[in-house]
């Protein structure tokens, strides 16, 4: 198939779209495995020119994917081929300038009225930064436990840092049988050069454990806190002694500070410092007192760097999820995202006895558009059509989703059939608005049928109960001539 039949080629504005996306949006020949069309994205991700993938056949497949993976990546693109079924891998590719980049490649056939194969989509998703942070925190792993001693336990049982500062801060006073400690965040003071050389101050305190008769370092201004930055110098066994400018020592004295042990814990740019301060005499540290802090620091400096890699592992498989979510021809919401969202909010509404609405709609005679105008022409019609109901919806609980071909489904949380059908008829209104012409014999623009169906859910009942009332609605729309509202009804046993 030429290039020429590519929806995306042959629209502009499909593919100014699909250009907004931070992913590579491809289209090709199901039995060649040429490229018919490549988004210009894929030029600023791997950094080869467009014209190369649609002018070399064998230029994707033998010189940008990895050459280890090249052998499974194509057998299984030809076996899923063969299955016709829409599939997803993950491989690596050589980049222009050298890189290895991991891509996830998310591939769905096109078929034809005749259920034939005719086009495959691709979205791929530069993953190489997840790739990168699951190294890394499995590299994280393998150091965590090596190195973290009695500590551990607790810090397992928790993947938010404050409560394992807290953690640190208990045991390390009671372990030093000292009268405070405290973790300290430091803030650049402004200078460029690197933290580890740069003039820092420290002034949050970010987890205290303070004993009983001492007062508390929490709740201090940042000016109040500035004499802090002078205790980064290991052991002092007596602050009298120490060579500190007069007004320093007035402060520590004024908090209660007599001896101070402290380590440093950096993360790239961020630094905090742990320290175990004594108040009630000077305190001659001992030496295995001093490995032991630093012991503790680095490995509290792991687990650190293990939560801020989890969290951003996290962040960034929701990301991913998101991407799964969505329909890659309309980009709202796909079916497996609307099956799990019902079932959801079924659920949630039945809990809180509020009712639920579903909208079905369907795009009347489209299959005689699609026969007109081709199917180029009935994606775009599709695109159109899903950007107005996704912005007639106000609500950020309510949900559009493509749920067949031309049919499109509404979740609306909350909602009587009064105000879906409302919903209903302002989209059904709008798309008429639109004039996209059909000039079949049926109509001459093209029109939705709507069924509405709205319930309180019931835990004896599952979400099927309201899909079927909406579907029934919607054959009745479509039996009584089209471009109209059907508001289901629910038998009195259901």
């Known amino acids: 198939m030429s290039s020429s039949h590519s929806?995306?080629?042959?629209?502009?504005?499909?593919?100014?779209?699909?250009?907004?996306?931070?992913?590579?949006?491809?289209?090709?020949?199901?039995?060649?495995?040429?490229?018919?069309?490549?988004?210009?994205?894929?030029?600023?991700?791997?950094?080869?020119?467009?014209?190369?993938?649609l002018a070399e056949p064998d230029f994707f497949w033998k010189k940008v994917v990895h050459p280890e993976d090249q052998e499974w990546v194509l057998n299984f693109c030809i076996e899923a081929t063969k299955a016709g079924q829409d599939h997803e891998c993950e491989y690596r590719v050589i980049a222009a300038d050298g890189r290895t980049v991991w891509l996830?490649?998310?591939?769905?056939?096109?078929?034809?009225?005749?259920?034939?194969?005719?086009?495959?989509?691709?979205?791929?998703?530069?993953?190489t930064e997840r790739k990168q942070l699951e190294e890394a925190l499995q590299q994280q792993r393998e150091r965590k436990h090596l190195l973290l001693g009695r500590l551990i336990p607790q810090f397992q049982q928790s993947l938010q840092l404050e409560s394992i500062f807290n953690i640190t801060v208990t045991e390390v006073r009671q372990s030093f049988q000292a009268d405070r400690a405290v973790i300290v965040r430091s803030e650049s003071?402004?200078?460029?050069?690197?933290a580890r050389h740069a003039l820092r101050a420290y002034r949050t305190i970010v987890a205290e454990s303070v004993g009983t008769g001492w007062s508390s370092?929490?709740?201090?201004g940042v000016s109040e806190l500035l004499p802090l930055e002078h205790l980064d110098s290991g052991a002092i066994t007596n602050i009298q002694r120490a060579s500190f400018p007069e007004e320093v020592v007035d402060w520590l004295e004024q908090q209660q500070i007599k001896a101070v042990l402290s380590?440093?814990?950096?993360?790239?740019?961020?630094?905090?410092?742990?320290?175990?301060?004594?108040?009630?005499?000077?305190?001659?540290?001992?030496?295995?007192?001093?490995?032991?802090?630093?012991?503790?620091?680095?490995?509290?400096?792991?687990?650190?760097?293990?939560?801020?890699?989890?969290?951003?592992?996290?962040?960034?498989?929701?990301?991913?999820?998101?991407?799964?979510?969505?329909?890659?021809?309309?980009?709202?919401?796909?079916?497996?995202r609307f099956d799990e969202y019902l079932n959801r909010e079924w659920q949630r509404n039945a809990r809180e006895r509020i009712p639920l609405a579903l909208i079905l709609c369907d795009i009347d005679n489209f299959k005689s558009f699609n026969d007109t105008y081709g199917h180029p022409a009935g994606d775009e019609c599709l695109l159109q059509i899903a950007e107005l109901i996704a912005g007639a919806?106000?609500?950020?609980?309510?949900?559009?989703?493509?749920?067949?071909?031309?049919?499109?489904?509404?979740?609306?949380?909350?909602?009587?059939?009064?105000?879906?059908?409302?919903?209903?008829?302002?989209?059904?209104?709008?798309?008429?608005?639109?004039?996209?012409?059909?000039?079949?014999?049926?109509?001459?623009?093209?029109?939705?049928?709507?069924?509405?169906?709205?319930?309180?859910?019931?835990?004896?009942?599952?979400p099927a109960t309201i899909i079927a009332a909406a579907d029934r609605a919607l054959y009745q729309a479509k039996h009584q001539g089209r471009d109209r509202i059907v508001q289901a009804s629910f038998p009195d046993s259901v």
């Open 393 to 462: 919806l106000r609500r950020p609980a309510d949900l559009v989703a493509r749920y067949g071909g031309e049919e499109f489904a509404l979740i609306l949380p909350n909602t009587e059939a009064l105000g879906a059908t409302q919903v209903a008829e302002k989209i059904r209104s709008q798309v008429k608005a639109l004039e996209i012409s059909q000039a079949t014999q049926a109509s001459l623009h093209v029109t939705l049928s709507f069924g509405v169906a709205s319930r309180v859910p019931s835990p004896a009942f599952s």
């Open 104 to 127: 996830q490649d998310r591939v769905n056939f096109v078929r034809d009225a005749a259920n034939q194969l005719y086009q495959v989509r691709g979205l791929m998703v530069d993953i």
């Open 263 to 336: 380590a440093s814990i950096w993360q790239g740019e961020q630094r905090w410092l742990l320290m175990v301060q004594q108040c009630c005499q000077p305190r001659q540290w001992q030496s295995f007192e001093t490995d032991l802090l630093q012991e503790i620091a680095e490995q509290l400096g792991i687990t650190i760097e293990y939560v801020q890699l989890y969290q951003q592992l996290e962040a960034k498989n929701r990301e991913l999820e998101q991407l799964a979510g969505l329909d890659s021809l309309t980009h709202v919401a796909n079916r497996r």
């Open 189 to 194: 003071d402004g200078d460029t050069r690197s």
């Open 217 to 220: 370092l929490v709740g201090m």
């Open 7 to 53: 929806s995306f080629a042959a629209n502009q504005d499909l593919n100014e779209l699909v250009n907004t996306l931070n992913a590579i949006v491809w289209e090709g020949d199901p039995h060649t495995f040429k490229f018919t069309f490549v988004s210009q994205r894929a030029e600023e991700i791997l950094g080869y020119p467009v014209e190369r993938w």
